[in-house]
T-cell receptor, first 111, second 114 residues
Framework: DAKTTQPTSMDCAEGRAANLPCNHSTISGNEYVYWYRQIHSQGPQYIIHGLKNNETNEMASLIITEDRKSSTLILPHATLRDTAVYYCIVRVNTNAGKSTFGDGTTLTVKP | EPEVTQTPSHQVTQMGQEVILRCVPISNHLYFYWYRQILGQKVEFLVSFYNNEISEKSEIFDDQFSVERPDGSNFTLKIRSTKLEDSAMYFC????????????FGEGSRLTVL
């Protein structure tokens, strides 16, 4: 699976959009971009995933650049409960596949 | 909403003892995983399981570890002889059939080895 690079930490004001970047310059054509988050020491929670088109669901939006070498997770109106570690994972969608978690970005939403 | 459940939430054991961590995956899921997270460190993949056999395992998953799906609903992780360095949070995850790689994680079992 391709390696990802994320900033170690970010702050965001409550109610503002949080934009979390991820670099995956070695991504291959059949690899998807997944985002998970981990609040405190709870189990990781799936947020969103995409291949090349931008995606949106009730939690977030995922913007993938045209060359697919980077992406941005957008939380449109961050709340204090969005404070968490956010993981960007790139992997092939195969039946068996594991997901490899990196260090992620610690997002702190401030009042 | 269906969820992955894990028991116990916290277990304290003496070094050298056997430990079994239990997981009930989401009922229509077919792929099962164990991950662990040592305090302050990354979430690490241990093993994946499909069709009653191990699909993939990491270097961490040595012969002290085993997994089993004994009754079609539970998915267990056994550590035969615990070591101090096995102290960690252990997360079970499951995924439905198909190529979508979305994992659903349980809340974890905290293992403390004294």
């Amino acid at each position: 699976d391709a390696k990802t690079t994320q900033p170690t930490s970010m702050d965001c004001a409550e109610g503002r959009a949080a934009n979390l970047p991820c670099n995956h310059s070695t991504i291959s054509g059949n690899e998807y971009v997944y985002w998970y988050r981990q609040i405190h020491s709870q189990g990781p929670q799936y947020i969103i995933h995409g291949l090349k088109n931008n995606e949106t669901n009730e939690m977030a939006s995922l913007i993938i650049t045209e060359d697919r070498k980077s992406s941005t997770l957008i939380l449109p109106h961050a709340t204090l409960r969005d404070t968490a570690v956010y993981y960007c994972i790139v992997r092939v969608n195969t039946n068996a596949g594991k997901s490899t978690f990196g260090d992620g970005t610690t997002l702190t939403v401030k009042p | 909403e269906p969820e992955v459940t894990q028991t116990p939430s916290h277990q304290v054991t003496q070094m050298g003892q056997e430990v079994i961590l239990r997981c009930v995956p989401i009922s229509n899921h077919l792929y099962f995983y164990w991950y662990r997270q040592i305090l302050g460190q990354k979430v690490e993949f241990l093993v994946s399981f499909y069709n009653n056999e191990i699909s993939e395992k990491s270097e961490i998953f040595d012969d002290q570890f085993s997994v089993e799906r004994p009754d079609g609903s539970n998915f267990t992780l056994k550590i035969r002889s615990t070591k101090l360095e096995d102290s960690a949070m252990y997360f079970c995850a499951s995924r439905r059939q198909g190529n979508t790689g979305e994992l659903f994680f349980g809340e974890g079992s905290r293992l403390t080895v004294l």
